[in-house]
C-alpha cells in the first residue's frame, strides 16, 4: 500500500536560502528603488506520494509566487502573497545612506495538489532607494534621506516581487 492510499504523509523539510527570494526594482522620476524579501526559517513540505520530491518543488515555488508589496513610503510597508502567507512587521531599521530594512515574522500554510506547506519564518523586507540627484546632505542621514522622498516611494503603490527560483538541494527527507 502506498502512502497515498493509506492516507499517510511523506513528510521533507525545506530550509529557507540565505538570499532573497522575491525582488522588484522600480524606478520613478529621479529615484530608483529595489525591493529584496528574505524569508528565513524552516517549512514543512508533506505529500501524500512516497518520495514525490517533484510534486514537493512545484509547491515550494508558490511561497514566493504574487508577494505584493503596499506602502513603500510608509513606517510599515503592507506585505502579502496569493498563498495568504501572514506577515507581521516587528522593527525597521535605517542604513545610511538609502536603505531601510523591516523585519518581522511569516507564517505559511498552504496545500497544492496534495502538497501542505507550513511553517514560520522572519522575514526581512529590504528597500533602497538611490536618487540620481543625491547631493551630501541626502547621505548623512537615511531616515531623513526617506522622510524626504516618501512620496515618490509612496506614488509607486504596489510592487509585485518576483520570485527567485527554488534550490532543490535545500528539500530534504524529514
Not at 1 to 25: K, Q
Not at 107 to 124: D, L, P, W
Request: hydrophobic letters at 40%; one cysteine or more; glycine letters at 8%.
Amino acid at each position: 500500500m502506498t502512502a497515498a492510499e493509506s492516507g499517510d504523509h511523506v513528510p521533507f523539510r525545506y530550509a529557507l536560502p540565505p538570499t532573497p527570494v522575491a525582488g522588484a526594482a522600480v524606478e520613478i522620476d529621479h529615484v530608483a528603488v529595489t525591493v529584496e524579501l528574505r524569508l528565513t526559517g524552516d517549512l514543512d513540505v508533506l505529500t501524500t506520494a512516497p518520495a514525490d520530491r517533484t510534486r514537493a518543488l512545484a509547491a515550494l515555488r508558490t511561497v514566493a509566487k504574487g508577494l505584493m508589496i503596499r506602502g513603500l513610503g510608509s513606517p510599515a510597508p503592507s506585505v502579502s502573497a496569493t498563498a495568504g502567507h501572514r506577515f507581521t512587521q516587528r522593527h525597521h531599521d535605517f542604513r545610511t545612506p538609502d536603505t531601510v530594512t523591516f523585519t518581522g515574522d511569516c507564517v505559511i500554510g498552504f496545500t497544492q495538489q496534495s502538497v501542505t506547506v507550513h511553517g514560520e519564518a522572519t522575514y526581512a523586507l529590504t528597500v533602497t532607494a538611490a536618487s540620481a540627484h543625491a547631493t551630501d546632505d541626502d547621505t548623512g542621514n537615511a531616515r531623513t534621506w526617506f522622510l524626504r522622498h516618501e512620496k515618490e516611494l509612496a506614488a509607486i503603490g504596489m510592487v509585485l516581487l518576483i520570485a527567485a527560483p527554488i534550490t532543490p538541494g535545500r528539500l530534504s527527507p524529514r
